[in-house]
């Protein structure tokens, strides 16, 4: 048995994205984005069944491109709902090895694109305090505080791109209390948080001719920032500048460029995931070809490296499912070690647990992912 899960949940709203709390004394709490369109008064789900959805339309990505799905005619008329979801996994039972997930709290929000937990340390403060970041469909991007444990959440800060119609769809936290995020109209804006508390644009940057679907900083160099987007590009911008400029431009994905991550324990290491449905892992140095790839199975909406094994790549492929990949750099190889099949809609949204784990010949992970028109949101072990 290579999996084994744990809950099965009903997000209601569509799910597009988990992040696992990575703070001390809190990292049994999961957050869940969901993002639902609504037309004329009735959540809106394809012509197809949840279980053989229809793929979302986009400008450039083929089967699986885009993050929503389109409305119908007069889609004038519709909006984007979205709700924050709170869970808290518990501590797995000596005899059985079941764990049990509860709801903590859920808070009603604009529609959810990605979201991102400050990391640990990031505010000097002598209790510790999670807060989640969050960007949304109306172009905002919040900073919640998490309140009683997880009973609850407060807004700190939020800031606007002022831009009507334009969806902030990523973020990542960077050096300084900085995080970068991409924006549906291709530009990508560098957010501050300032000692005050308040979130602010620092600067914006037109990225990309189409949606910048991802926007990640470089973990080895805090003045650089990589972004994807829908007309295939994969580039680096160098942010000592006066103002953001390009230093490495990709065209080796076929398709929009919608997943990245720097390698957190290799340097020079970067992984990126596209709806041409390939994983890419980068030697930064190199940036002619890449080291290696693998053929996904769907577009790659999603891409985590384990936070302490460095061979262990996460990766959420829409029509492809849940996977995770054993990455040897050095040999240039990308080989399967766990698949999983048990959602029944587009998978989106994925990471790991930051419990401790043992390193023995095998281990057990506790994982959770969400997909899209099911909205599903499951825990699972993984047996590596």
């Excluded at 990391?119 to 403060?125: E, M, R, S």
């Amino acid at each position: 048995m290579q999996t084994r899960t744990h809950a099965r949940i009903d997000t209601e709203y569509s799910a597009d994205a988990v992040e696992f709390c990575p703070a001390a004394g809190h990292l049994d709490l999961v957050a869940v984005g969901t993002y639902q369109v609504v037309k004329d008064g009735a959540l809106w789900v394809p012509a197809a069944t949840a279980s053989d959805p229809s793929p979302p339309e986009g400008s450039g990505g083929g089967d699986d491109s885009g993050t929503e799905p389109e409305a119908p005619d007069n889609s004038q008329q519709a909006t984007r709902l979205g709700r924050l979801l709170l869970y808290s996994v518990g501590a797995r039972e000596p005899e059985t090895g079941a764990r049990a997930v509860t709801e903590r709290c859920r808070v009603d929000c604009p529609a959810v694109l990605d979201m991102k937990w400050l990391p640990p340390g990031a505010l000097q403060t002598t209790t510790v305090v999670p807060h989640l970041a969050v960007v949304d469909a109306l172009g905002s991007t919040t900073l919640l505080t998490v309140v009683d444990n997880g009973l609850g959440v407060t807004t700190a800060a939020t800031v606007s791109n002022n831009k009507p119609g334009v969806l902030s769809l990523s973020l990542d936290w960077g050096p300084a209390l900085q995080c970068v995020v991409g924006e549906s109209d291709g530009t990508c804006a560098l957010v501050e948080l300032s000692e005050s508390g308040s979130l602010r644009r620092v600067m914006e940057w037109e990225a990309h001719g189409f949606e910048a679907w991802i926007a990640a900083w470089d973990r080895w160099d805090r003045q650089k920032v990589w972004t994807g987007g829908d007309d295939a590009i994969l580039r680096s911008w160098d942010l000592r500048e006066d103002g953001a400029v390009a230093s490495i431009t990709s065209r080796k994905h076929d398709a929009g460029v919608c997943s990245i991550q720097s390698h957190p324990f290799k340097e020079h290491i970067l992984a990126t995931g596209s709806y041409d449905e390939r994983i890419l892992i980068w030697d930064t140095r190199k940036m002619r070809a890449p080291l290696v790839e693998h053929a996904a199975g769907g577009g790659v909406w999603r891409l985590k490296w384990h936070p302490s094994d460095p061979t262990r790549l996460l990766a959420a492929c829409m029509h492809g499912g849940f996977s995770v990949l054993n990455v040897d750099t050095d040999a240039a190889v990308i080989s399967p070690l766990v698949e999983y099949s048990e959602h029944a809609s587009l998978a989106y949204g994925a990471d790991w647990s930051r419990e401790p784990v043992g390193r023995t010949e095998s281990s057990i992970e506790t994982l959770a992912t969400c997909s899209f028109y099911d909205h599903a949101f499951h825990v699972w072990d993984g047996h590596f």
